[in-house]
């Protein structure tokens, strides 16, 4: 069983940024794709990025491409994603999320195996 803890949601002004981090226990990390995804009220679980086991390859939404980044450090069982030129749109609740594969990625959220319980980011003057 892998337990997942996100941290770094917060308030940010449009223009600014936050540094999201997902905190993985209980099994092997290195063995999980990770993604991230995210909730605004009223709408569906939304994928925002993902990367595979090794951090090799990364992929994003188009809404969120060139803005966030995905990364990840195996040696300390963490995720991370940096997001930049925050807009009133990217409020929402982000989830990390990990699927139990060394070859495919996490880009839906029907594929994963296991959630984080969220955290909020909101984006507001």
């Known amino acids: 069983q892998v337990q997942l803890v996100e941290s770094g949601g917060g308030l940010a002004l449009p223009g600014g940024s936050l540094r999201l981090s997902c905190a993985a226990s209980?099994?092997?990390?290195?063995?999980?794709?990770m993604g991230w995804f995210r909730q605004a009220p009223g709408k569906e679980r939304e994928f925002v990025a993902t990367v595979n086991w090794s951090a090799y390859i990364t992929y994003y939404a188009d809404s969120v491409k060139g803005r966030f980044t995905i990364s990840r450090d195996n040696a300390k069982n963490t995720v991370t994603l940096q997001m930049n030129s925050l807009q009133p749109d990217d409020t929402a609740v982000y989830y990390c999320a990990a699927r139990r594969s060394k070859v495919l990625l996490l880009s839906r959220p029907m594929e994963a195996d296991y959630w984080g319980q969220g955290t909020q980011v909101t984006v507001s003057s």
């Open positions: 209980g099994g092997t990390f290195s063995s999980y794709a």
